[in-house]
């Protein structure tokens, strides 16, 4: 159970903390207030619920993965874990403020590509830990397709 909210605790601080850094909301953004974006992008609540999902299954997936296993047997795992939370966190300065929307297109990718690993051995474990990134997976690819319009026609 400890690990459970400890995983909890760390996926919720990279919201926090990529929340900080991209140095006030979307709404707030001039940057993001101004530029054309995609006719299919979700309204502002959406991006909270989303990731609030995302991070709680997230946690599930990580909990149950990294269960009766040592650090040792883990440390690739972690390394990889420590990967994705710095780019999920590096994207939102990266596009908000430093306003680098190529570099947020290459973000994301590298990220789909974690994810999408994080997703693959989860599914070697078990259905049920594989279906847990799989919102993680779908929701990077809307973000990836929402940020490459934003490139494509700005």
Same mark, same amino acid.
């Given at each position: 159970m400890l690990r459970f909210f400890v995983f909890l605790?760390?996926?919720f601080s990279?919201?926090?903390i990529g929340s900080y850094l991209m140095g006030g909301s979307p709404v707030e953004n001039t940057f993001y207030?101004?530029?054309?974006k995609a006719p299919w992008t979700?309204?502002?609540?959406? $991006?909270?619920?989303? =990731? &609030? /999902?995302?991070?709680l299954c997230f946690t599930f997936y990580l909990t149950l993965?990294? &269960?009766?296993?040592?650090f040792k047997e883990l440390y690739a795992? *972690? =390394?990889? $874990?420590?990967?994705?939370f710095i780019l999920n966190v590096g994207w939102n300065p990266t596009f908000f403020y430093f306003h680098q929307v190529f570099l947020g297109l290459i973000i994301l990718l590298l990220l789909i590509i974690v994810i999408a690993w994080f997703c693959y051995i989860g599914f070697q474990k078990s259905k049920m830990?594989?279906?847990?990134?799989?919102? *993680? #997976? /779908? =929701? #990077?690819?809307i973000a990836f397709s929402l940020n490459g319009y934003i490139f494509l026609m700005n």
């Open positions: 605790a760390i996926n990279a919201l926090a207030q101004t530029i054309e979700p309204p502002g609540w959406v $991006f909270g619920a989303a =990731w &609030s /999902l995302i991070m993965f990294t &269960s009766n296993q040592t795992f *972690y =390394w990889i $874990f420590g990967v994705q830990q594989g279906v847990l990134m799989l919102p *993680y #997976l /779908l =929701w #990077l690819l």
